[in-house]
């Protein structure tokens, strides 16, 4: 079973998690037919949004929608505590000219903002955060965020395998985050450990290494503990033929007709997991009856 999993050092400033997610980005990999570039992108925002959620509590999630001015335009991941993950990118099938590093993220993403949301569950208003973009490329963009926002300083790394074909075979990643603070000495002893090691995560999920031995060269000189978090991680998207009938009746009565006109039927396909649906004539009609009977008042 593919979870986060979760440690803490035993004098709790330091807290980890890290998550060997290759099925559920493979997964939204096939429903989404997604390009190397977009896939890169939204794999390290479903694993980033993945261990960001490991440390909220049961019922909460969060989201992280990152919007620029450049070609793929924005890449918006979420994911729960209980480890349900979903992302998606509008531009999925977007790559660089030939001259242009296929996969450098933060030029496609371009200059813009990197929003977080955190829900919780019978409270109206999320809590949002927004920074600037620093790269684009997701890892360090998470990090800023986390010291900005929340006075955390951390270590993110994020990785996505694609073969030659531009398919996912490995992604995963780890957050080492620091607690407001902590002492000089642990901040020191984290930053040699992370330059020591050396080795690619992504190349190192490839190699099916467990998540425990991931985290193992960053801690070194820390005594830890893991802390139990039994959620099977899982692609789900959240939709349903209620929120799709509210997404068509943003086309006004004029538009429903039309469609009732024209095809008879509407049929939608949830771009973020593939799920279709469709809606007859009857189910149109009083689509339309309610949205002109919610106009009047
Ligand atoms: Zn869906």
Redesign the pocket.
Known sequence: MKRVHRFVTNDFTVRVSVVNATTVVQEMQIIQNSYPLATVGIGRAMVGALLMSSHLKSGQEVGLLFKGNGPISSIYAEASYEGHV?GYCPQPDYEAPPDEDPLNLGRALGNGTLSVTRHQPFQRQPFHGTVEMTSGEVGEDLAHYLHQSQQIRSIINLGVYLDSYGKVKAAGGLLIEVMPGVEDTIVDRLEKNRQAEKANISEKLLKGISETDLIAPYLLGLPYTEIPHEHEIKYF???TVDRVKRALSLLGTGGLQEIIEEDGKAQIT??????HYVLNVQELEDLKNEVRRQSLH
Do not use: A, E, H, L
């Not at 949830?270 to 799920?275: S, Y």
């Open positions: 979903r998207c959240p939709c949830c771009q973020i997991c593939g799920r």
